[in-house]
């Protein structure tokens, strides 16, 4: 399974970015693709997610609100459509998978697949 960030970029606080997440070779049934960040110095945190089966999401509370994710399962892409963002919201961008059911507050052990990360820098 191949997965593949992009999007990220340089944006003013208070704008926006569209992440693309484009996911290759799985053979599953069901999958949760989920986003993570990694600012320098800090772990990797869990923002969103979405499943395959039922739809479900998740949203960090540092997200909610101003973070969209949505899923193309024709195309085998996952969105993350970031609305007014905060300099706080600067760090690596990665997206993940795992064949299971239910999105959910998972953490990045969970996850099976990574894609490479793409850099959100949100500054003046």
């Known amino acids: 399974v191949q997965l593949q960030a992009s999007g990220g970029g340089l944006v003013q606080p208070g704008g926006s970015l569209r992440l693309s997440c484009v996911i290759s070779g799985s053979t599953w049934d069901y999958d949760v693709i989920g986003w993570f960040r990694q600012a320098p110095g800090k772990e990797r945190e869990g923002i969103s997610c979405i499943s395959t089966d039922d739809g479900s999401t998740f949203y960090a509370d540092s997200v909610k609100g101003r973070f969209t994710i949505s899923r193309n399962n024709a195309r085998n892409t996952v969105s993350l459509q970031m609305n007014r963002l905060k300099p ?14 239910y999105c959910s507050d998972y953490g990045p052990y969970k996850y099976d697949y990574w ?3 793409t850099l959100v820098t949100v500054s003046s």
Request: charged share 10%; glycine share 12%.
């Open 88 to 101: 706080e919201d600067t760090a690596v961008y990665y997206c993940a998978t795992v064949p299971l059911y």
């Open 115 to 117: 894609g490479q990360g």
